[in-house]
């Protein structure tokens, strides 16, 4: 059980069936337990619960008050990452389908399974893309001793793998609310007109945060593709990180976002 639990924190999605009480699954228990065959849940169980369920701020709320009353209960800030990480969009279970390529497009890739200002409007692509930070800032928050190569705790590939693909996701959304058209939902060099250079640093910083995290089998990939798009970005002819993005973009420009 404890495998698929962890599963879940992965995924982020109504997929697994957290074990209520020891003897049933939550989703055989109507209103999340049956009298006589589930037992109460757990104040940990019911954040599950509303994160399978779709209630991302129930279960933000939730979690980010049981990780303030007992903030060295590292294994929740994994749940809590997927929890702002759907809230923001990200098809996770498109993720974990995707083969991910060094030689294709990041962009493209990720194309796939996160919203874009044309999808949600403007403004409200940017909460997505803050929710998509705070996702990765949670992950941060668990001591780098429990998550290396070295650790035995029982979240550290897990969550390694969630950090990863949260930390490129985030830098592909960054990139898009300036790069992409909220009316044809492309990448359109136009856009960049309102990104500035400190924006442009922050871009290539987010891609490069996504290669200081622990190599794993299960992030390589997506780790190597972040790198091969670095890469491209850097060999553009500028003088400046906005130079460099703009010719990026330029060259990416008939590539679909939505």
Same mark, same amino acid.
């Given at each position: 059980? /404890?495998?698929?639990?962890?599963? #879940? ?13 020891? =003897? ?11 009298? +006589? #065959?589930?037992? *109460? *849940? ?11 369920? +779709?209630?991302?701020?129930?279960? @933000? ?35 974990? /389908? ?5 030689? +294709? ?10 919203? =874009? ?59 898009? *609310? ?34 200081? @995290?622990?190599?794993? +089998? ?36 008939? =590539?679909?976002?939505?």
């Amino acid at each position: 059980m /404890k495998q698929r639990w962890l599963t #879940i924190a992965l995924l982020g999605l109504p997929l697994t069936l957290l074990a209520c009480g020891g =003897t049933k699954n939550v989703a055989s228990c109507p209103g999340g337990k049956t009298s +006589g #065959i589930c037992s *109460q *849940q757990t104040p940990d169980e019911q954040a599950q619960a509303k994160l399978n369920n +779709g209630d991302y701020d129930g279960a @933000i709320s939730q979690l980010n008050d049981l990780i303030a009353a007992e903030p060295e209960t590292y294994s929740r800030l994994p749940i809590l990452a997927a929890a702002y990480a759907a809230r923001a969009g990200l098809n996770i279970l498109t993720v974990a /389908k995707s083969q991910f390529s060094a030689g +294709g497009s990041l962009l493209d890739v990720f194309a796939a399974f996160i919203p =874009t200002p044309k999808t949600v409007g403007a403004a409200a692509y940017k909460i997505h893309v803050a929710d998509m930070q705070s996702a990765v800032a949670s992950l941060k928050r668990i001591p780098a001793a429990l998550v290396a190569t070295t650790s035995a705790s029982d979240y550290a590939s897990s969550a390694t793998l969630q950090q990863t693909i949260y930390t490129a996701a985030y830098s592909v959304m960054f990139l898009n *609310q300036f790069a992409v058209s909220p009316d044809t939902g492309k990448l359109d060099p136009a856009q960049l007109a309102t990104m500035t250079e400190s924006d442009a640093n922050a871009i290539l910083t987010n891609f490069a945060d996504t290669g200081q @995290i622990p190599a794993l +089998g299960s992030n390589t990939a997506v780790q190597a593709q972040v790198a091969a798009t670095l890469t491209k970005i850097n060999a553009e002819p500028g003088a400046t990180s906005k130079e460099k993005i703009a010719a990026f973009v330029a060259a990416q420009k008939t =590539t679909p976002a939505s």
